[in-house]
């Protein structure tokens, strides 16, 4: 790799950074989303459900927050198509920049934007009640599996912006993703679903996450959720990342 893939990744990353603080409604767009499902579903729904818990906002936040990832990832999609389409690429080719170093800024600045917006719905969701006894080290390991998740959907992300015919078309990926966490344990528990919906439910990666970053919430033991959540997450990168690079090759060759 380029020796100097760590510099240049920074000065684009800052580029990408200095585009999103020029219009941080992409920020607040990818935000709303989340919120008003968690509004909806605490305030108009949350009676009707019955989960076990005390507090539907506590049993709701972690799929909100999967949520508001998948939703957040489509704007990586969609800087990067404008990018291929501007002729930004070629001009990048020209020079001599790291060529992983322009996909790299392109991720980076997802994690940010994404953990920006991450931090602003948790702060509705205290102001709606959300309590959590968890220590610092549960809250961390959360953050942890949050941005391992983000990395792998944003890596997903760029095959869509590398390869589709239209704006509209690279962000709309991400409309299954925002999907599936309805057909999770995010918003009931999967024992009140019918037969085959409650096997698809119990075995896709949202569960698994959810139920996971529920248990660290609430400072119960997370048995193996944690890991069959990591090893989704893990799983997810490594097959969109290998993917995506195999895409990028293709277009810059």
Known sequence: MNKHFLGDTAVLLGRSLRHISRSPDTIITTAVMPIAFMLLFVYVFGGAIETGTDSYVNYLLPGILIITIASGISYTAFRLFLDMQGGIFERFQSMPIARPAVLWAHVLTSLVANVISLVVVVLVALAMGFR?????????????????????????????????????????????????????????????????????????????????????FTSQPVGADIWTALAWCVGILVVAYLFATMSYRRRIS
């Open 132 to 216: 959590s006894g968890a220590g610092v080290l549960a809250w961390l390991a959360v953050a942890g599996i949050l941005i391992l998740f983000t990395l792998a959907l944003t890596w997903i992300a760029v095959i869509p912006g590398l390869s589709a015919k239209s704006a509209d078309g690279a962000s709309a990926f991400s409309y299954p993703l925002i999907f599936l966490p309805f057909i999770s344990s995010a918003f009931v528990p999967t024992g009140t679903m019918p037969g085959p919906v409650r096997a698809f439910a119990e075995h896709q990666p949202v569960t698994s996450i959810v139920n996971a970053i529920r248990d660290l």
